[in-house]
């Protein structure tokens, strides 16, 4: 065991404080990474503000994480030290399951085990990337193009994948109809990707407030939904629409949206149920949907992906010591577009 520097939430209330953890010795198939950035996830502050479940106390959060990589396990092959790597949402998974077998591990049937606070196929609960270092599986330890700038590659590793993978899915490419909802960490990545994937795409925010960012990252218009009238003229207008927000939206204003075989995709995760009036999924041949990260090999080529097409995510390089300020600042939506800490300085 080795005890390493991190920050950790000790309650629901409390603020992150800095202290030490346990990482597991590497054993024949690990890699243990020296962290160099972590970005900071919604998730993260749902979770250690027990908004998604009962929490084991104290707990290092963080599941966007770059390093290097310093020693590795007698058995490993995918990866050698000095090696620039990453870890995403998930560590592990049973590797039996048919979504396993098909790659697909984010939707194991057995439960992926998650980077933070889950339990591990040897017992343990698992501390994500707000940490000076990890130890990881090295099929879950994704390869980090050196072209990605560094600081910013990190949020690729949940922002990146959660919204790469269903604009893959969806067979988003040259002349699709795209149009995002919300413009946050994951609705800018999500427009440059779309963007780099040669599709149309429109930006659908409260307000006007980010125009010129959407524009920026390549969007062809930014609609705000505040405005009534922006229903009625991108009526039957989108493929696909790409719902990044997690708060309680008018479904059926959104599916109205959606040409003749649309399909409306939450990535976002709303606490309460949403309702729709399934006519309007009748009408046109509409689906309503969702989609969750993606699985290890499709999350490499999403790097691969950015690396090849130069995206990376904006982000806002922060100290260790100012993450409890940054949860606020991502409550307060005051962030353009993605905290990313200096584990430097933990
Ligand atoms: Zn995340
Ligand atoms: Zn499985």
Redo the contacts with the bound molecule.
């Keep these: 065991m080795r005890t390493v520097d991190a920050y950790a939430a000790t309650s629901a209330t409390e603020p992150l404080i800095k202290t030490t953890i346990e990482r597991r010795d590497v054993g024949a198939k690990d890699v243990r990474i020296d962290i160099a950035y972590a970005g900071i996830?919604?998730?993260?502050i749902h979770t250690v503000k027990e908004e998604w479940g009962q929490v084991t106390y104290p707990l290092v959060v963080g599941?966007?994480i770059v390093g290097v990589v310093a020693e590795v396990g007698s058995e490993v092959t995918k990866h050698a030290v000095g090696d620039r790597v990453g870890v995403g949402?998930m560590v592990n998974s049973c590797r039996k399951c048919e979504n396993c077998l098909a790659g697909e591990e984010n939707y194991c049937l057995e439960g992926n085990v998650g980077t933070y606070g889950a339990v591990d196929r040897d017992g343990t609960i698992t501390q994500g990337g707000y940490s000076t270092e990890v130890v990881v599986d090295e099929d879950f330890v994704l390869r980090v193009p050196e072209s990605i700038p560094y600081e910013a590659a990190a949020p690729l590793l949940?922002?990146g994948i959660?919204t790469y993978s269903p604009l893959h899915h969806w067979n988003v490419g040259e002349g699709t109809k795209v149009a995002v909802v919300g413009m946050g960490g994951l609705g800018h990545m999500a427009v440059k990707i779309a963007v780099a994937m040669g599709a149309e795409v429109t930006v659908l925010s409260q307000t006007l407030a980010k125009q010129d960012d959407s524009l920026r990252y390549g969007a062809k218009a930014h609609f705000a939904t505040k405005d009534e009238a922006t229903f009625e003229t991108l009526a039957r207008t989108f493929d696909v629409i790409i719902n990044t927000v997690s708060a309680k939206l008018p479904i059926d204003a959104y599916l109205g949206l959606l040409r003749r075989n649309g399909s409306l995709v939450n990535v976002g995760a709303p606490a309460e149920p949403l309702s729709l009036n399934v006519f309007n999924l009748l009408g046109g041949r509409r689906s309503f949907s969702g989609s969750m990260?993606g699985g290890i090999r499709e999350t490499q080529e999403m790097l691969d992906f950015c690396a090849e097409h130069g995206i990376a995510p904006e982000i806002e390089l922060i100290e260790a010591a100012r993450v409890n300020e940054a949860y606020e600042r991502v409550l307060s939506s005051d962030v353009r577009y993605r905290f990313v800490i200096d584990a430097a300085t933990i």
Excluded: P, R, Y
């Design positions: 996830c919604h998730s993260d599941h966007e949402c949940c922002a959660t990260i």
